[in-house]
């Protein structure tokens, strides 16, 4: 969801954002300005000379007009970008990328027509997926090889979510290292040794319990398909709203919050962190 603010004095966009955007770096601002995350009366802008006039109301992030979804959107929120890499804030019901019943709704398709200009056509190849109802965190390349590149040190990549489960776990830290195996007919992870299972370590933090349900912080040290998913339904803890693993719901309590990886050209680390939608925090009541 968008944050939105509303113009007290006439002004230019840039300035305005510069001002009211608290513990926001000057490079960050510039980046979601750039890359279309700001939009001014509904309208979104990339110019930062734009002028506001009072009581204009000014959106920044992920911005929803009335009657849109995840479904039909056609702009995503870019939390980075450079040459080589692309992070994006991908809203929960938006698949990551196609498959052959649904190839035109997902978020590589409308992120590649987002940053296409004519007929120069923006080339990205997924380095990581999430799931639909996942929301969060969410980073793509612009050629194979950088993909590549990437995916040779995911192992050291640090990869945040949070979680709101049913319950309240007995211990307020744990690891769950137990492996995983896909069964490929249910489409569904199975927990437990097996020939056939993968290794896959998963590690909670509670950050808030309520009567019936908790807010927990999830790291993982490995990236299985439906990892966190699995491992806190076998805990006994299952995500709200998650069909496949407990019960079902409206939107599922699962948000990619923090990635941190080591760019492959400038051997820096690259840090990104985006805050869950209120409609997630919501489910904690």
């Given at each position: 969801m968008a944050q939105q603010y509303k113009v007290k004095q006439r002004g230019k966009?840039?300035?305005?954002?510069?001002t009211n955007l608290e513990g926001w770096s000057k490079k960050k601002v510039k980046q979601r300005l750039q890359g279309s995350s700001v939009a001014v009366n509904g309208e979104v802008t990339t110019k930062h000379d734009f002028i506001l006039n009072v009581d204009d109301i000014v959106e920044v992030g992920m911005v929803h007009r009335a009657g849109t979804s995840a479904q039909t959107t056609n702009r995503l929120e870019i939390i980075y970008q450079d040459k080589d890499l692309i992070a994006i804030n991908k809203p929960a019901g938006l698949l990551s990328v196609g498959t052959i019943q649904e190839n035109k709704?997902?978020?590589?398709?409308?992120?590649?027509?987002?940053?296409?200009?004519g007929k120069n056509s923006v080339k990205l190849w997924p380095v990581h997926r999430l799931d639909r109802d996942t929301s969060g965190i969410l980073l793509f390349a612009t050629s194979k090889e950088m993909r590549e590149a990437v995916m040779a040190n995911w192992g050291k990549s640090e990869k945040v979510y949070l979680a709101i489960v049913e319950g309240t776990p007995k211990e307020n830290k744990g690891t769950i290292n137990q492996p995983l195996r896909l069964d490929e007919k249910e489409?569904?992870?199975?927990?437990?040794?097996?020939?056939?299972?993968?290794p896959a370590i998963t590690h909670y933090t509670v950050k808030e319990s309520k009567e019936k349900r908790s807010l927990l912080e999830v790291s993982i040290e490995t990236g299985r398909q439906h990892q966190i998913r699995a491992h806190l339904a076998w805990l006994g803890h299952s995500i709200i709203g998650d069909e496949r693993y407990g019960t079902k719901g409206g939107r599922m309590g699962l948000h990619s919050m923090r990635l941190s990886i080591i760019h492959p050209k400038t051997k820096k680390i690259l840090r990104f962190e985006v805050d869950a939608p209120k409609d997630f925090y919501a489910l904690l009541n």
């Open positions: 966009l840039l300035e305005f954002l510069f709704q997902h978020a590589l398709a409308i992120l590649r027509t987002q940053l296409s200009r489409y569904r992870m199975h927990v437990g040794k097996h020939p056939d299972a993968k």
